[in-house]
C-alpha cells in the first residue's frame, strides 16, 4: 500500500526497500514460488499438468530451429522465458515492483549471454560466425560499407535486447500509471469522461498483458537465432 | 536452496543412525508445509483441491469463523475492515486502485469465461495419457483371451483325434474291400470265359457230330433207294394228289 509518496512520475520504478533493505532479490525471486516443482507421479494435478504442457510447448517452439549442439541452452532458454514471463505479468498487478523495469536487469540478462553466443561462435567455427557480418549477394562496392554497418549491428545487439524490453515495460507501466491518475481525477469532474478514459485502460490492460508475454518471448527468440548463427 | 539441500541429504543421514533412532528420525524429518509425513509410498492425489470459495478464501476460513459468527461473519469481517482502511485513510485511494479494479474485473472475467475450457484441457491430456496406456493394457488382455480361446479349440481338437484315426481306418478297409471285390469280379470273369470256350468246343463237337451223322444217313439212305421202290412211291404219290385234289373240289 501506499507507503510513500509519489513525487514524480517514475517512483514508481524505485526499488522497494523494508527497514533500509532493497527488496530486489526477492521481487526477482518472487517467480520461483509460483512454478510447481515436478512431482514424482506420473499424473499430477491440472495446475502442473498445464504448467508442464505450457513449458514443452515452448520447448519445442523455440528450440526446434537450434541445431544439436545448441540443445545445451533450452534449460537457460526456457527458465528465461518462463522468468521473464512471470516477472511482467506479475508486474501488471497493483502495487508490485516489476523487476525487468530495471535497466541494470535486464543489460545483466542480455549481455553475457549474448556474449556468450558470440564467443562460442569465433571459438568453435569463426570463419562461419564471421561470415554473417557479409550477407549474401552485396554488390562488391558496398562490401566494406557493410560490414561496418553488420558489426555495429552486432554489437549492438545487447543493448538493443535489454533497452527493448526495458523501454517496453516501462512505458507499458507509465502509460497506465498516467491514465489510471486520469481516470481518477476525472471521476470527480465528468463521470463520462472517467468511464471513456476507463475503457482506454481496459484495452491498454490487455495491449499490456500481451505486451508482457510478447516481450518475454522476443527476447528469448532472439537470443535463440544468435545461438543459431553461432553454434 | 541450501535448506533444500540439507533437507534432502536428511534422510540418508538419518538412515546411518542405530536401528532404534533411524525410524523415529526418519518420521520426524520432514520439510514444513508439505512434505510428506513419513518417507513411506506416497499417498494418492487428491481428486480436488481444496475447495475455495470466491476464487481465493479458502473454505476453511469460513468454517473456523462459522462457531462464533455464524454463517454471514467472514463477510462482515471483510466489509468492516474494507471500509476501515478506506474511511481512516489507511488505503489511500489512488491512480494504482483504478489500474487494480480495471485489471481485477479483466482477471475474473477471463477466469469466468476460459476458465471450465482450460480446466477441460488439463483433465484431456492426463487422461489422454492413462488411455495410451489403457489401450495398451486393453490390448494385451485381447490378445490373450484370443490366446486361450485358441488354445482351448486345439485343446478340443486333440481329444476328438481318436476319431480320425477311426474314420481313417475305416476309409482304407472300404478302399481294400472294394480293392478285393473288384479282384474277385476278374477273376470270376476269367473263369468263366474259360468254361464258356470249353462248353462252345463241346457244343461245335456236337454239331460236327451230329452234321456229320445226318449226312451219313442221308448218303445211305439215297443209296439204299433201289428204282422199284422209286416207281411204287411217284405212283402213291400221284393217286394221294387225286384223292386230295377231289377232296379241295369238294370244300370249294
Redesign the interface.
Known amino acids: ?2 507507503l510513500t509518496t509519489n513525487l514524480n512520475l517514475f517512483d514508481q520504478f524505485l526499488v522497494p526497500k523494508l527497514l533500509g533493505m532493497s527488496l530486489l532479490i526477492p521481487a526477482m525471486l518472487l517467480t520461483t514460488v509460483l512454478i510447481y516443482n515436478p512431482q ?8 502442473t ?2 504448467q508442464s ?1 505450457l513449458i514443452a510447448k515452448a520447448t519445442k517452439q523455440i528450440m526446434t530451429p537450434v541445431n544439436k549442439p545448441g540443445h545445451k541452452w533450452s534449460l537457460m532458454l526456457i527458465s528465461l522465458l518462463t522468468m521473464l514471463i512471470l516477472n511482467n505479468l506479475l508486474g ?4 508490485t515492483f516489476t523487476p525487468t523495469t530495471q535497466l541494470s536487469m535486464n543489460m545483466a540478462l542480455a549481455l553475457p549471454l549474448w556474449l556468450a553466443t558470440v564467443l562460442i561462435g569465433l571459438r568453435n567455427n569463426p570463419t562461419s560466425s564471421l561470415a554473417h557480418l557479409l550477407p549474401e549477394g552485396t554488390p562488391t562496392p558496398l562490401i566494406p560499407i557493410l560490414i561496418l554497418i553488420e558489426t555495429i549491428s552486432l554489437l549492438i545487439r545487447p543493448i538493443a535486447l535489454a533497452v527493448r524490453l526495458t523501454a517496453n515495460l516501462t512505458a507499458g507501466h507509465l502509460l ?2 498516467l491514465i ?2 486520469a ?2 481525477s476525472l471521476m470527480t469532474t465528468s463521470t463520462l469522461l472517467a468511464g471513456l478514459t ?1 475503457i482506454i ?2 484495452l491498454l ?2 495491449l499490456e ?1 500481451a505486451v508482457a508475454m510478447i516481450q518475454a518471448y522476443v527476447f528469448t527468440l532472439l537470443l535463440s537465432l544468435y545461438l543459431q548463427e553461432n553454434v | 536452496m541450501l535448506s533444500r539441500l540439507a533437507l534432502r541429504a536428511a534422510p540418508g543421514v538419518l538412515r546411518n543412525l542405530s536401528p532404534s533412532l533411524s525410524a523415529g528420525a526418519l518420521c520426524a524429518a520432514r520439510s514444513f508445509h508439505g512434505g510428506q509425513p513419513c518417507l513411506a509410498p506416497l499417498p494418492p492425489l487428491p481428486e480436488r483441491g481444496g475447495a475455495v470459495r470466491h476464487g481465493f478464501i479458502p473454505e476453511e476460513f469460513f468454517q473456523f469463523l462459522y462457531p462464533k459468527t455464524g454463517v454471514t461473519g467472514p463477510y462482515m469481517l471483510g466489509t468492516g475492515l474494507t471500509l476501515y482502511l478506506v474511511s481512516k485513510e489507511i488505503y489511500v485511494f489512488n491512480n494504482e486502485t483504478v489500474s487494480a479494479v480495471v485489471f481485477l474485473s479483466l482477471v475474473i472475467y477471463a477466469v469466468k469465461r476460459f476458465g471450465p475450457d482450460v480446466a477441460a484441457f488439463a483433465e484431456k491430456i492426463n487422461e489422454e495419457k492413462l488411455a495410451k496406456v489403457s489401450t495398451i493394457k486393453n490390448d494385451s488382455i485381447k490378445a490373450l483371451e484370443t490366446a486361450i480361446q485358441q488354445e482351448k479349440k486345439e485343446q478340443e481338437r486333440v481329444a476328438v483325434r481318436s476319431y480320425i484315426f477311426d474314420a481313417k481306418r475305416n476309409n482304407v478297409a472300404m478302399l481294400l474291400e472294394i480293392n478285393y471285390r473288384e479282384r474277385m469280379l476278374m477273376v470270376y470273369n476269367e473263369v468263366k470265359k474259360r468254361l464258356d470256350y470249353q462248353v462252345a468246343m463241346q457244343h461245335l463237337k456236337r454239331r460236327k457230330e451230329q452234321d456229320h451223322m445226318i449226312g451219313w444217313v442221308e448218303r445211305n439212305v439215297v443209296q439204299s433207294i433201289t428204282p422199284q421202290q422209286h416207281k411204287e412211291s411217284i405212283a402213291k404219290c400221284i393217286l394221294d394228289l387225286k384223292a386230295l385234289s377231289k377232296a379241295a373240289q369238294a370244300t370249294v
Open positions: 500500500m501506499t514424482d507421479r506420473w499424473l499430477s494435478n491440472p495446475l499438468t498445464l504442457w501488471l498487478l497493483p502495487y497506465m500509471h489510471s491518475t481516470a481518477l476507463l485502460l481496459t490492460m490487455l498483458i
